[in-house]
C-alpha cells in the first residue's frame, strides 16, 4: 500500500506557517555456519532467461531467479563433481511439493533426516518454497537489494547464504512441522523468518563455497583465455565473471572428468579492492568517493559534492547543475547534483511523547514490509514504525525502499541520515517549482530547519546516499 499522495499534495503546498499539514525467503540461522542474513525471494513462474544475455543484464531486466536457472542447474551439477554429498536430491514424496522455482536439493544428511519426518507423517503435507539457491541466484538477490529492486529488502553477498550450503529450506505449513522437523535434527530460525528451517543434527556439514567453486570451474572451462581462480572464494574477479556469464548456461556445462583449472597464475590480491567491483566505479559506503578494482589495483577519486548511484552504469561524482523532470505519479529520476527542496509528513511523537500524525496521511509507508523483513520495524504498524524510526524520508521512487540518505542543510551544515521508508511526493508537487523535492519526517525537519518546510518555502537540502549499516539520526563530527 502507498500513501494518498493527493490528499498531502494539497496540503504541503503551503508554507511552513501552516501548521499540522508526512526483503528463496531467508535470515539464515546461525549454526552450523552463516555469515549473513537473507531476505524474501522472489517466486514467480517465469522459468528461463527470455532473451536475456548475461547474468549483468538479468539484474536489471527481471525479477525473478528463474532468470539463471539454466545456469544454476550446471553449478549444481558442478558442484556434484566437487564434492558428491554437497547437493543430494530429495525425492518427489506424495506429501511434499516444490515451488516452480526451487531446487529440491540438500546436504545427504539434512535430505535424509526430511524424508525420514516426512514419512513419519503421511497424512501432512509440506509446500517448499525455497531449498538449495546457488550463488548465480544469490547474485541477483544481492544486487536487487543493493539497487532497492524487486522487493528484497536484504540478502547475504553471494556465497554467504545458508540457502547456498544445502542447509536450509523454507516451508510454508511451518508450524505443522516445526515439532517433526526439530525431532530429526532441524532448527526452526524463529518468528522473525518464521518459514525458514536449517539442518544442525547428526552429520550437518556446511558446504560454503562449493557452488562459488563450482561456478569458477564452469567459466574457466569455457573461456581457457580468462582463467581464474577456482578457490571457493566469492570476489571482484569471480563477480566480473559472473556478471559476464549465460543465464541460460554455458556451451560446456559440468564435467567430473577434467581439470577446468590447469595452475593459472593467480588473481591479484582481491582483497586490495575491499567490495569494489572490476572495472566498474562504485560509490564509497560514505559517499564521498567512488572506487573501482581493476586487475586487482584500486582506483578511488574523491567527489567534492558527493557520489551519484546510477542503476545501470559506472556510478558518477555529482555536478553543480542538474535537469528535472518527474511524468508519473512520483518522482524517479535522482538529481545531477544532489539538491532537493524540502516537505514535511509522516506520523512522530512529540516532545511529549504524544503520537503526531498528518491530516493528510494514512502514516503506512509503502516499504512497511520491507521495513519488517529487515528487522527495521519487526511487528510494527505503519504509525508506529514511522514514530519509531523517526529519522525517514519518502522518496523510494528515485532511492530505493530503506536507501540511507545523508540529507544536508547548506545553509546551517546541519546533516541527518534518513531511510526511505515510502514513495513520493507526488509530481504535481514538485512541477509547482519545477525542482526535486523529497519528503522528510516532521523530526528531519525540526533538526534540520527548526520547523517543518513547505514546498514553497524552497528549503533546499543536499542529498548523498550513503552504506545501509549508515546509523540513523543527527551526524555529528
Known sequence: MFRNFYLRSSVIAFSSAAVGLFI??????PPPEADEADGPEPTEDRDDAVGIKTVGEAVNQTCTTAAVKGLSAQIIAEGQCIMPNAYAEVPDLDNISFGPNVFAFLETPARDALVKALQANPSKSMSVNSMLRT??????LYRWYQLGKCGIGLAAKPGNSNHETGLAMDINEYSTWKTALKSVGFSW???GDAVHFDYTGKGAVSYKGVDVEAFQRLWNRNHPEDLIDADGVWGPQTEARMKKAPPDGFEKGADCNTDPDPNPDPDPDPQACGSYPEGTYQCAPDGNSRGKCESGQLTTEACSNGCL???SADDVCMGTTTSWSCDGTWGTK????????VTAFGCYKDENGTLQQDPGDNCIPACLSQAKSAGLCANMTGPTCEATVNWYAADAGRFGCLARLRVTNPKNGKSVVVVALDYGP???IEKQVSHAALDLSYPANFYLFGSEQGIVDKAKVHVVEVDASTPLGPVTK
Open 135 to 140: 550463488v548465480a541466484q544469490q547474485y541477483l
Open 189 to 191: 530460525y524463529g518468528s
Open 334 to 341: 535522482k538529481a545531477d547534483n544532489g539538491d532537493y527542496y
Open 309 to 311: 548511484i546510477k542503476s
Open 24 to 29: 528463496a525467503s531467508c535470515a539464515a540461522a
Open 426 to 428: 507526488n509530481c504535481s
